[in-house]
């Protein structure tokens, strides 16, 4: 299993900046690529930002020229850096990632993961 963990949400006033994180763990792992998702109350989950390990990235429109998204192959690690952020921001935040794990017999099966989510609050 590839367990992904979240952090750096919180409450912040608009105009402001975040910087969210997330780190893969487990064993027998590689990672294709890692995103970051949101859902807002009442809303569908989606896409925010995407890199794949080679960097390339892909933004949602709302995310472009605030958000960047980046990535720690070494590390398992991908970040999300907010900038004018605004109400319409606050959402939870999920991270994503995908690729192969090695299961029993040597045999790589294809695995998608989600953490558990980190709330973001953008509010006076």
């Known amino acids: 299993q590839v367990r992904l963990v979240e952090s750096g949400g919180a409450l912040v006033q608009p105009g402001g900046s975040l910087r969210l994180s997330c780190v893969a763990s487990?064993?027998?792992?590689?990672?294709?690529?890692m995103g970051w998702y949101r859902q807002a109350p009442g809303k569908q989950r989606e896409l925010v930002a995407d890199?794949?390990?080679?960097?390339?990235?892909n933004y949602a429109e709302s995310a472009k020229g605030r958000f960047t998204i980046s990535r720690d192959n070494a590390k398992n690690t991908v970040h999300l850096q907010m900038h004018f952020l605004e109400s319409e921001d606050t959402a939870v935040y999920y991270c994503?990632?995908?690729?192969?794990?090695?299961?029993?017999?040597?045999?790589?099966?294809?695995?998608?993961?989600w953490g558990q989510g980190t709330q973001v609050t953008v509010s006076s």
């Open positions: 890199i794949t390990s080679a960097g390339t990235t």
């Open positions: 487990g064993s027998g792992f590689k990672i294709n690529g």
């Open positions: 994503n990632a995908d690729g192969l794990r090695l299961t029993t017999g040597d045999t790589w099966n294809v695995f998608t993961s």
